[in-house]
């Protein structure tokens, strides 16, 4: 059998949990599968580069507002240009326009949808060319259950036709050594317990609870830091609410990281206080870790977090039951240890980069036999 060749079509290959998704397949699946990656929004980013400069073809075109139809014509161009199999479009805009290039191509439409919009909305105009698209493509994947049902709800895709395919990531492994001299570069004394985060630092994600959640911690509890890992528009906003909440002392922002298990091994509790996840990459990280975890009830948290086993979940937007989980903890060591025990067994079982992989690959072989 000659080579698959896969087109991954995307926005772009910054920082995110759907580009490290992309990275994760187009580095481990076997050689007979040829990934090529495609960004529409003008520019390669950070992983894209990483990857070029790992011999993997990354390109870029420019979507203009609206429905681009030049740029329809120049995927399709690309498509035949390079003989494409399979066009896998991640998310739901990628899948427009993967979905009108294939045509009067040989190529087959993959959807992977990693994770909707906050807040959702449904669009009845929209409906009738979702449908379509929904049939006439090869496979429909999402990466949770909560994903799905909004696949479903607000683009009227039959279920039936869904796949959940969750994340996997490759293990890793923190050094000692270097958690250490982070905690002495970020001047966090060994008394110091460290509740931590690593995200973009976005609305979507709601740092601002967050830090409203500990500040109420510090009402009776002094010795823990909140440590802030990554970079984004709202840096600023919280800035200043840290400092309208006066708490200065106890908060460490250090934009962003790319030596995350360094910085996840400093930590005692992994904070997720996001609106919206679809399977949060940072979460399945520090889970890897043994860090046990707690988060909004949201989107596929639920899913990642299995409630008092491996993390404490709380209603979105509520601050103070997050702080009464995150008390809870703090006031018992050996539940920290217990749940993030289970939390790393969890992980080993449900979210591996092999499993990931595997059930790609199987999806890409029935695809090309249809």
Not at 232 to 240: I, N, T, V, Y
Not at 290 to 301: I, M
Request: aromatic share 8%; glycine share 6%.
């Amino acid at each position: 059998m000659s080579k698959l060749r896969v087109l991954h079509i995307t926005f772009d290959m910054a920082i995110g949990g759907t580009e490290q998704v992309i990275r994760q397949l187009v580095l481990n699946l076997p050689s007979d599968i040829e990934c090529q990656i495609l960004c529409i929004d003008g520019r390669v980013g950070a992983i894209g580069e990483t990857l070029q400069a790992q011999g993997i073809k990354v390109s870029a075109l420019a979507r203009r507002s609206g429905l681009d139809w030049q740029l329809i014509r120049n995927i399709r161009e690309f498509i035949q240009t390079e003989r494409i199999d399979i066009v896998h479009c991640h998310q739901y805009t990628p899948w427009v326009y993967g979905w009108f290039a294939h045509w009067r191509t040989a190529a087959k439409v993959v959807l992977t949808e990693h994770g909707r919009f906050y807040p959702d909305r449904f669009r009845i105009k929209a409906w009738p060319l979702n449908l379509i698209m929904a049939f006439s493509s090869s496979a429909l994947i999402t990466i949770s259950q909560a994903t799905k049902a909004a696949l479903v709800k607000y683009e009227c895709v039959p279920p039936f036709l869904v796949k959940v395919i969750y994340n996997g990531i490759q293990p890793i492994s923190s050094d000692i050594a270097a958690a250490m001299a982070l905690r002495d570069e970020l001047a966090i004394s060994k008394e110091m317990r460290v509740l931590g985060t690593i995200a973009r630092l976005d609305p979507v994600k709601n740092q601002s609870m967050m830090l409203r959640a500990f500040a109420n911690l510090l009402q009776y509890e002094q010795n823990i830091i909140l440590l802030l890992v990554g970079d984004g528009p709202s840096r600023s906003e919280l800035e200043q609410l840290v400092d309208q909440l006066q708490i200065r002392p106890h908060v460490r922002f250090t934009g962003f990281r790319s030596n995350v298990a360094d910085y996840l091994a400093v930590m005692d509790i992994y904070l997720l206080s996001s609106h919206t996840e679809g399977t949060s990459m940072t979460l399945l990280e520090a889970m890897n870790l043994g860090l046990p975890c707690v988060a909004t009830e949201v989107g596929g948290n639920p899913e990642i977090v299995a409630a008092g086993v491996t993390g404490l979940l709380s209603p979105d937007d509520d601050a103070e039951a997050f702080s009464q989980n995150i008390a809870q903890l703090l006031q018992n060591p050996k539940l920290i240890t217990t749940l993030g025990d289970a939390g790393k067994a969890r992980f080993a079982q449900l979210f591996s980069i092999q499993q990931m992989v595997k059930t790609y690959l199987d999806t890409y072989c029935r695809v090309a036999r249809k």
